[in-house]
């Protein structure tokens, strides 16, 4: 059971639950979060409050509507090099594909405590459909597929969604020191298309993340992992998250890159990026390039 916002008119962005069988049946509460307290105050599960509203006749089918981000996450967050693959080709754009020492990356992959960097706020996050922009001074960027974990302000965890962690391999390699400026730019952050309810998911390890690139509609890159290929527990990234931490309702927290084009590969104005995450549903971002101003 999933939860989005569509667009029912110019002005309306509707909340909504889908069920399994991709029926839409319309939510009366303004938000994500606003659902989840009336839950709370029934003393109920945010599914089985959900699942009151699935006995109405669907307003429409999932595939006919055109989604928004299914919340207004106040702030994304980011776990960093919690998959081999992230720590490899972190250690391949810091050392031009010359490694021959142990690394930071390598130390953070098994140190007790993980990567966590700011991503974006609610302003600068795009949803499904909107583009996704190519910073001006970069010329090797890539999308990182991850799944977001959608939380409330003592850092429970409410429900999954796809995230892309927009990144520039070469700013980051150059200097990590680099790190905010090689993540975050306007429209760096996508998030959606669906809220995947935690109470509908029996074990989120067995979730995979799917990532394709198009380019003049052909299929230039596909990658897929497993969550359970995640070196560290969804709980654990969470915990060091909140820690000494104010943390608002609805906050995401993108758990890491599992998929990494081949180092060669660079994205390009017109690409369209596709990033699905199995019960969730596919983040469909095209990519504009940003141009320098004289
Ligand atoms: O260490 C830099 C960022 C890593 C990251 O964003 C990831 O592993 O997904
Ligand atoms: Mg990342």
Redesign the pocket.
Known sequence: MRIIRYKKNEATHQLAVVTNESFVFDLPYPDFMSFVHEAEKQGKTVLALAQEFTINEPVEKYENTILTTPLDAPEVW??????EK?RDA?NYEATDGKLDATTF?DKVYDAERP?I?FKSTAARTVGPGQEVYLRSDSNWQIP?P?LGLVINKDGKILGFIAGN?M?CRDI?GENPLY?PQA?MWKNSCSIGPAILLADAVEDPYELTITCRIFRQDEKVFEGMAYVNQLKRKLDELVSYLVLDNEIYDGTVLLT??CVVPPNEFTLNDGDIIEIEISGVGTLRNPVKQLVKKE
């Open positions: 980011a776990a960093g090099v919690t998959y992230s972190r990356y990567e960097f990182e991850e962690d990144s980051e790190l993540k890491g890159t």
